[in-house]
């Protein structure tokens, strides 16, 4: 097996043009079969995402959390002044920080009780930000429901219902994001959250030595809700 792959690769430096006939066959199948890969996963998109939408919606516990976990990432981001590399989840008992951009642990602290001081004061737009996953499933599905109305009114499978769907939906997602996050997957009535520890999670138990390759920062937020 190996020696087969290293003659393969052998023969693809020595005569890479016997390939070019090879690469623009898989080019045109891909193209091809492309808007058939999205037509799948636009309705898989259709099914999913507003069923992951209600279940977050439904929940208010993680909604609050949500809604901290997104005002403490927006607080650091003012203190530093840029964006920074970090995410979270937000669950029923707390919510969860990671990235490499992450301070101490201290100052993770220190910002969390802030966003919720800020939120309880009027705050309520650090509960919102631009870059949260319910922006991201928001362009997916936008991606997915234009290009389904698209296809069905056409009544035409090509490449150009596929480019067509990706502009209008990037270009409604950013809003529609905005608004979803609003009135479905944040609340920033925080009053009654306590903010019981922060946790340092161990990322690379089995690998000890990747966290020097991968410094990742990764903590996480307990809280419960007095209502």
């Given at each position: 097996?190996?020696?087969?792959?290293?003659?393969?690769?052998?023969?693809?430096?020595?005569?890479?043009?016997?390939?070019?006939?090879?690469?623009?066959?898989?080019?045109?199948?891909?193209?091809?079969?492309?808007?058939?890969?999205?037509?799948?996963?636009?309705?898989?998109?259709?099914?999913?995402?507003?069923?992951?939408?209600?279940?977050?919606?439904?929940d208010r516990r993680i909604r609050?959390?949500?809604?901290?976990?997104?005002?403490?990432?927006?607080?650091?981001?003012?203190?530093?002044?840029?964006?920074?590399?970090?995410?979270?989840?937000?669950?029923?008992?707390?919510?969860?920080?990671?990235?490499?951009?992450?301070?101490?642990?201290?100052?993770?602290?220190?910002?969390?009780?802030?966003?919720?001081?800020?939120?309880?004061?009027?705050?309520?737009?650090?509960?919102?930000?631009?870059?949260?996953?319910?922006?991201?499933?928001?362009?997916?599905?936008?991606?997915?429901?234009?290009?389904?109305?698209?296809?069905?009114?056409?009544?035409h499978l090509s490449l150009l219902?596929v480019i067509l769907a990706f502009?209008?939906?990037?270009?409604?997602?950013?809003?529609?994001?905005?608004?979803?996050?609003?009135?479905?997957?944040?609340?920033?009535?925080?009053?009654?959250?306590?903010?019981?520890?922060?946790?340092?999670?161990?990322?690379?138990?089995?690998?000890?030595?990747?966290?020097?390759?991968?410094?990742?920062?990764?903590?996480?937020?307990?809280?419960?809700?007095?209502?």
């Amino acid at each position: 097996m190996i020696f087969s792959l290293l003659m393969f690769l052998i023969i693809a430096m020595l005569f890479p043009y016997l390939f070019i006939p090879i690469l623009i066959f898989l080019g045109i199948g891909f193209l091809f079969l492309l808007p058939y890969v999205v037509v799948f996963n636009s309705f898989y998109n259709i099914i999913t995402i507003p069923w992951q939408i209600i279940k977050i919606a439904s929940d208010r516990r993680i909604r609050k959390n949500h809604s901290l976990e997104h005002a403490t990432i927006n607080v650091l981001e003012q203190r530093y002044g840029r964006p920074l590399q970090a995410g979270g989840l937000a669950y029923s008992n707390g919510f969860s920080l990671s990235g490499p951009d992450l301070p101490p642990i201290y100052e993770v602290m220190s910002a969390v009780k802030e966003a919720q001081f800020r939120m309880i004061n009027g705050e309520k737009e650090l509960a919102i930000h631009p870059r949260c996953g319910t922006s991201i499933a928001a362009a997916n599905f936008l991606f997915s429901l234009v290009f389904i109305i698209v296809l069905f009114s056409s009544h035409h499978l090509s490449l150009l219902n596929v480019i067509l769907a990706f502009l209008l939906a990037n270009l409604l997602a950013k809003p529609f994001g905005r608004v979803l996050q609003k009135f479905f997957t944040t609340y920033p009535e925080v009053e009654d959250v306590v903010i019981q520890d922060v946790y340092v999670q161990a990322q690379h138990d089995m690998i000890p030595f990747l966290t020097i390759i991968n410094p990742n920062r990764s903590y996480f937020i307990k809280t419960y809700q007095l209502k």
